[in-house]
């Protein structure tokens, strides 16, 4: 449960909503993305950075994705050809849409945790 006092008192020195999520876009750096990744017991490499990337850029042109599954569908067509969802979990082992999703510092879609999704949680 998060600790929503904390974020009352002193919202802008936590940058974080409630629930963990950055609170803008323009909030997130590498060192950011790479005390998330820590947390979530990953090393970023290049190709982390690559589908960060691209979870970003899709954020910046499309908006918040209401679904898991959709973003799951954009991440298996982009990151087809290097193995699709099996090498996105490689990646991404706690889910590539909601792991990624948290360490690029974007709003995981509801649906992410769900476990009968195929969450990994």
Do not use: C
């Not at 409630?18 to 950011?32: A, F, M, R, S, T």
């Not at 017991?41 to 690559?50: D, R």
């Not at 193995?83 to 996105?88: E, I, P, S, T």
């Not at 990624?100 to 709003?107: E, K, T």
């Amino acid at each position: 449960m998060p600790d929503i006092m904390k974020f009352i008192v002193n919202e802008r020195a936590n940058q974080t909503d409630p629930e963990g999520h950055l609170i803008g876009l323009e909030e997130w750096n590498k060192v950011v993305a790479e005390q998330h990744a820590s947390k979530e017991g990953i090393t970023l490499a290049p190709e982390h950075w690559e589908v960060l990337g691209f979870l970003r850029d899709h954020f910046r042109r499309h908006g918040p994705t209401r679904h898991a599954r959709e973003l799951g569908d954009v991440l298996e067509e982009r990151f087809g050809g290097k193995g699709g969802r099996k090498y996105l979990y490689q990646l991404f082992p706690g889910g590539p849409v909601g792991q990624a999703s948290r360490i690029a510092g974007l709003p995981v879609p509801a649906d992410a945790a769900d476990e009968s999704f195929g969450s990994t949680r």
